[in-house]
Each structure stands twice: as C-alpha cells, then as structure tokens.
C-alpha cells in the first residue's frame, strides 16, 4: 500500500507565504518525478509544479518566480513553498509521485487527498 499526505494547506491573505509538504510512504522501491496539481472550483484540475528525482524543476507559467518545489529523497517528501500569494491562487491542492513498488512493477502514479489553500483579498 502506498499513500501520499499532504499538509500545510490553510487560510492567508493575500501577499503571505504558505508551505506545503507531502509525504509518500508504505512499500516503495523508488520514486521519479514528484509533483503538485491544483483544483480550483468549477475548473480542472492543473498542473503547478514538479520534479524529477534528480532536481530539474517544471512550473506553470503562473507561478512561476513565487512558487518554489523541492524534494527530499531521503525522506521521500515534496515541498512547495508558495509566495506572494494571490486570490486566484485558491485551490485544493494535490501531490502525486511516480512510484515504483518493486523491482517487479512498473512505475504508477499516485495521488494525495489534496489540501485546501485559500487566499482571501
């Protein structure tokens, strides 16, 4: 069984700074890239940021210069510290990773719960 928790998730106005972590656990052999979505109301699910296992980094064009994703591999957590936050940044956010179990597996993606970041005006 794996899971990933999110955390971190909250209310702040807008301009402050959030921080979100994510942590995989149960049987897993390796984890390549790792990742953030988000989901607003009435719109779909996007693409926020993500990593590769050896640190190359993808943001959407809308956050990009505010948000910063990192991982530890070691602890097998993803960070997204997110600043100078904006209203339109409101959404339920989601962590995933590409997990491969064992040596036996292929790779599949995984997804967290997701937390709720509100940012009022």
């Known amino acids: 069984q794996v899971q990933l928790v999110e955390a971190g998730g909250g209310l702040v106005q807008a301009g402050g700074s959030l921080r979100l972590s994510c942590a995989a656990s149960?049987?897993?052999?390796?984890?390549?890239?790792m990742g953030w979505s988000r989901q607003a109301p009435g719109k779909q699910r996007e693409l926020v940021a993500d990593i590769t296992s050896v640190g190359s980094t993808k943001y959407a064009d809308s956050v990009k210069g505010r948000f910063t994703i990192s991982r530890d591999n070691a602890k097998k957590m993803v960070y997204l510290q997110m600043n100078s936050l904006k209203p339109e940044d409101t959404a339920v956010y989601f962590c995933?990773?590409?997990?491969?179990?064992?040596?036996?597996?292929?790779?599949?993606?995984?997804w967290g719960q997701g937390t709720q970041v509100t940012v009022s005006s």
């Open positions: 149960g049987s897993i052999l390796g984890i390549n890239t």
């Open positions: 995933n990773a590409e997990i491969i179990r064992s040596r036996w597996d292929t790779e599949n993606t995984y």
